[in-house]
T-cell receptor
C-alpha cells in the first residue's frame, strides 16, 4: 500500500455516460496529480493540483474535468468520452515545497489506477 | 524538444545475471533522475533518485548511475530474480514539466 487509493479500480462506460474517478491520499502531501497511461506510451501528465489550486493543465480535452476539494481528495469527472480515452488513469501525490506545482525531488506516490474502457 | 527516452522496450535475462536498463535525455539538463518499478495493472513505485552531482547510488541489489557527459542514467539489478520482472520507468523534471520514459519491460528467466 502506497497510501494513495483510487476508486473504482475498473470502469466501463459508454460514450454518453458521465462518471467520476476518485483519489484519496493519506500521506499529508500537498500536491496531487492525474496521469493517463496508454499502451506503449509514456505516462502523460494531465493535471496537477498544489495546495488545492490547479497549476498545470497540459492541453487535456474538456471532456475531462478535475476537482480538488481539499488536499487529500482529487476527482476526475468524465463526460462524453471517446474510445481512445480508454486507458489506465493514475493518481499520484507528493510534497511540493514550492506550492507552485513545480516538480520537486520528492517522489510521487501512485495509486493502483483505474482501468477505464470506453465503449 | 526536451525528451527522456528508454530505448529498450523489453529485456530478457537469465536469473542471477545483472540487468542493465538505460535512460537517455536530450535538450535539457535534469537536476535529478528517478527510477520507478511498475507491475501490470498497478501504479509505479519509486525505487531510487540520483542527483546530477552524484555519480552512483545504491540500494540493496539496485544501482543507478548518472553520466552528464553521455546524458544517460543506467539502472542495474544485480543477482536478478524472477520477482524482479516488471516494467522499469525513469523520470525527471525538465524545469517545465515532470516526464516519464516509456519504460523497459524486464523479464528474468528462471
Amino acid at each position: 500500500e502506497t497510501g494513495v487509493t483510487q476508486t473504482p479500480r475498473h470502469l466501463v462506460m459508454g460514450m454518453t455516460n458521465k462518471k467520476s474517478l476518485k483519489c484519496e491520499q493519506h500521506l499529508g502531501h500537498n500536491a496531487m496529480y492525474w496521469y493517463k497511461q496508454s499502451a506503449k506510451k509514456p505516462l502523460e501528465l494531465m493535471f496537477v493540483y498544489s495546495l488545492e489550486e490547479r497549476v498545470e493543465n497540459n492541453s487535456v480535452p474538456s471532456r475531462f474535468s478535475p476537482e480538488c476539494p481539499n488536499s487529500s481528495h482529487l476527482f476526475l469527472h468524465l463526460h462524453t468520452l471517446q474510445p481512445e480515452d480508454s486507458a489506465l488513469y493514475l493518481c499520484a501525490s507528493s510534497q511540493d515545497p514550492t506550492g507552485l506545482g513545480a516538480s520537486s525531488t520528492d517522489t510521487q506516490y501512485f495509486g493502483p489506477g483505474t482501468r477505464l474502457t470506453v465503449l | 524538444s526536451q525528451k527522456i527516452e528508454q530505448n529498450s522496450e523489453a529485456l530478457n535475462i537469465q536469473e542471477g545475471k545483472t540487468a542493465t536498463l538505460t535512460c537517455n535525455y536530450t535538450n535539457y539538463s535534469p537536476a535529478y533522475l528517478q527510477w520507478y518499478r511498475q507491475d501490470p495493472g498497478r501504479g509505479p513505485v519509486f525505487l531510487l533518485l540520483i542527483r546530477e552531482n552524484e555519480k552512483e547510488k545504491r540500494k540493496e541489489r539496485l544501482k543507478v548511475t548518472f553520466d552528464t557527459t553521455l546524458k544517460q542514467s543506467l539502472f542495474h539489478i544485480t543477482a536478478s530474480q524472477p520477482a524482479d520482472s516488471a516494467t522499469y520507468l525513469c523520470a525527471s523534471d525538465t524545469g517545465n514539466q515532470f516526464y516519464f520514459g516509456t519504460g523497459t519491460s524486464l523479464t528474468v528467466i528462471p
